[in-house]
């Protein structure tokens, strides 16, 4: 089984930074595609970027040039980090990660328990 912990949601100003973390325990063969979504208060949950299994990464438009997506495979550990933020940008972000078992070979996906950030003055 694989578990996912986030961390590093948090307050912060409009201009501000915040690094999220999504770190992954369990028995990992290898990692597939992993992503970063967020949710809005009264809207439905949207991709903001990605990681493929080979480390190139995808953002959506909103938060091209401003959010970064990383991932330390050694970690297991994927990362988020945001600059310039927006109040727009306040949601609940969720870490989603694609992973083969070593179990041979099972493969797994599933959703970190999200964390909250608050961009407000």
């Known amino acids: 089984q694989v578990q996912l912990v986030e961390s590093g949601g948090g307050l912060v100003q409009p201009g501000g930074s915040l690094r999220l973390s999504c770190a992954a325990s369990?028995?990992?063969?290898?990692?597939?595609?992993n992503g970063w979504y967020r949710q809005a208060p009264g809207q439905q949950r949207e991709l903001s970027a990605l990681i493929n299994y080979d480390g190139t990464t995808n953002y959506a438009d909103a938060v091209k040039g401003r959010f970064t997506i990383s991932r330390d495979n050694a970690k297991n550990t994927m990362y988020l980090q945001m600059t310039s933020l927006e109040p727009e940008g306040t949601a609940v972000y969720y870490c989603?990660?694609?992973?083969?078992?070593?179990?041979?070979?099972?493969?797994?996906?599933?959703w970190g328990q999200g964390g909250k950030v608050t961009v407000s003055s």
């Open positions: 369990g028995s990992i063969l290898s990692i597939n595609d």
């Open positions: 989603n990660a694609e992973f083969v078992l070593d179990d041979g070979g099972t493969a797994w996906s599933g």
